[in-house]
Nanobody
Framework: EVQLVESGGGLVQAGGSLKLSCAASGFTFGDYGIYAIGWFRQAPGKEREGVSCISSSDGRTDYVDSVKGRFTISSDNAKSTVDLELNSLNVDDTGIYYC???????????????????WGQGTQVTVSP
């Protein structure tokens, strides 16, 4: 079964850091040649928002403006994992963080989450004041 599994969420004070990981299960990025993994988040009462994306083949990345300079996405193609480092966190970063993947490049997946083909179960990130 093709799955994505997130880990690494938790509670952190404003200004702190967290590292989230997304691991492919049942497949590898290399199975598809080009595979994109995106991170999305959803705060209570808000729509799901694209945060960052990376294309496995060339490492090209994309970030939403609100996290540029604070979050860093990276991939380990040998392990078929994608990490998201969250730094300088603020309360607005609170939410459930999901990783999602699709065959191909990131494209407009961050802007159009419906383009993702596989979703993880989500991991909670809570930033306290």
């Amino acid at each position: 079964e093709v799955q994505l599994v997130e880990s690494g969420g938790g509670l952190v004070q404003a200004g702190g850091s967290l590292k989230l990981s997304c691991a492919a299960s049942g497949f590898t990025f290399g199975d598809y040649g080009i595979y994109a993994i995106g991170w999305f988040r959803q705060a209570p009462g808000k729509e799901r928002e694209g945060v960052s994306c990376i294309s496995s083949s060339d490492g090209r990345t994309d970030y939403v403006d609100s996290v540029k300079g604070r979050f860093t996405i990276s991939s380990d193609n040998a392990k078929s994992t994608v990490d998201l480092e969250l730094n300088s966190l603020n309360v607005d970063d609170t939410g459930i963080y999901y990783c999602a993947g699709r065959v191909g490049r990131c494209g407009v997946m961050l802007q159009m989450p419906v383009m993702a083909e596989t979703w993880g179960q989500g991991t909670q990130v809570t930033v306290s004041p």
